[in-house]
């Protein structure tokens, strides 16, 4: 086994690019290659509660849990930012050096504990820049190289790095090195190409071109769950369901009828109840045709009036997952069209496939090499 320490700093060039995806992914790899693998996440924004009431930052808690460490919570989710967490720094009720001293005490703690580890930021570079800790200070305090996460593409995604990787050589921090992430399979080899000629005037490498997986970008209702903050009707055994195809439905029933595929969410107002129970009849038809299978649908309902209670017992009966928001049909699409899946902490199929793409298509022995 490896003796040396090896830390890395993993950010992002923005949200919802990747960067989660990329540290299960290196955790796991180096976890065949090293002792332990410890992870931290310095400065967290969105937390939960644990089972003890300790707030913590919603990835640590997934990566504890997955990967069954027993590193106490406080020391991998060292600083949050709670409502109103900015504006008590502003006005001084919270201090920097507080802060700083809890990142570089937990990261020290888990140093010794670990020799390798995997550090997440959080958001873009600049994020935590009016309390003075934005992911390239963090990087800054720990004297820790960064490796960026970047969106797949190639003109988008090198404005995207030149911006954040300019802003880590104002803080002294090391670039040892950039990640793509959902690049398209038939432009992949093309992007890593050119994306390595465009790095080589910042003298950077290119150590991964992963590409675009569906199943990693499918919604759950759980997701839907989150954004519309509401909670399941019925259903909720199946929280965790993908689905293929999203259909907002609001043609005749006969027209609806066909359209109905396995792994399907339909939206339709709580009015249209002939949807519904054609939705229905459609599920029971199968299931009393072929006892074995199932549509795995799942339904969102809309509009001022609720379901009426005993179409939602019929939905339960068929173990449909179903969730009702007041919102109307066209604004709940919207919302589900500009949302971007997370993984989440019970969702292993989702763990697992990141892991399966991300240590399949990085370059673990350069990564190794750049701390």
């Not at 920097?96 to 550090?119: C, F, G, V, W």
Request: hydrophobic letters at 45%.
């Amino acid at each position: 086994m490896q003796m040396r320490h090896v830390p890395l700093f993993i950010a992002a060039t923005g949200q919802n690019v990747g960067k989660t995806t990329c540290c299960l992914g290196l955790v796991a790899a180096f976890r065949e290659r090293y002792s332990s693998v410890g992870f931290i996440k310095p400065v967290g924004q969105e937390s939960v509660e644990d089972k003890t009431g300790i707030h913590v930052d919603k990835d640590v808690l997934l990566f504890r849990s997955f990967f069954a460490l027993d590193d106490p919570v406080e020391i991998m989710s060292p600083v949050l930012f709670p409502k109103g967490f900015t504006r008590d720094f502003l006005d001084g009720r919270v201090h920097k050096n507080e802060l700083t001293l809890k990142i570089r005490s937990a990261y020290d703690q888990l140093y010794k504990r670990h020799p390798m580890m995997i550090i997440e930021g959080t958001g873009h570079i600049g994020v935590g820049s009016i309390v003075d800790l934005n992911n390239a200070q963090v990087a800054a305090l720990l004297n820790v190289p960064m490796i960026l996460v970047a969106s797949g593409g190639l003109g988008s995604a090198f404005d995207a790095l030149s911006i954040n990787i300019a802003a880590c050589e104002k803080h002294g921090v090391r670039v040892a090195g950039v990640i793509l992430n959902r690049v398209f399979e038939e432009k992949r080899a093309m992007i890593s190409q050119y994306m390595t000629k465009a790095l080589e005037r910042f003298n950077i490498p290119l150590l991964g071109c992963i590409p675009f997986d569906t199943l990693l970008s499918l919604p759950t209702m759980h997701d839907f769950e989150l954004l519309f903050q509401t909670e399941l009707m019925t259903g909720a055994e199946f929280r965790l369901r993908h689905f293929d195809q999203m259909r907002l439905a609001a043609s005749p029933v006969e027209v609806h009828r066909e359209a109905i595929l396995p792994h399907q969410l339909i939206i339709t107002p709580a009015s249209r109840e002939d949807i519904v129970l054609t939705t229905l009849t459609r599920y029971w038809d199968l299931r009393i045709a072929h006892p074995e299978d199932d549509l795995e649908l799942g339904l969102i309902l809309t509009g001022k009036t609720p379901p009426a209670q005993t179409l939602v017992q019929e939905i339960q009966r068929a173990k449909i997952p179903m969730l009702y928001t007041p919102l109307g049909s066209f604004a709940a699409m919207k919302m589900i069209n500009n949302h971007t899946a997370k993984i989440r902490e019970a969702d292993t199929d989702k763990i697992k496939e990141a892991i399966k793409v991300v240590a399949s298509h990085v370059d673990l022995e350069r990564i190794e090499a750049t701390s």
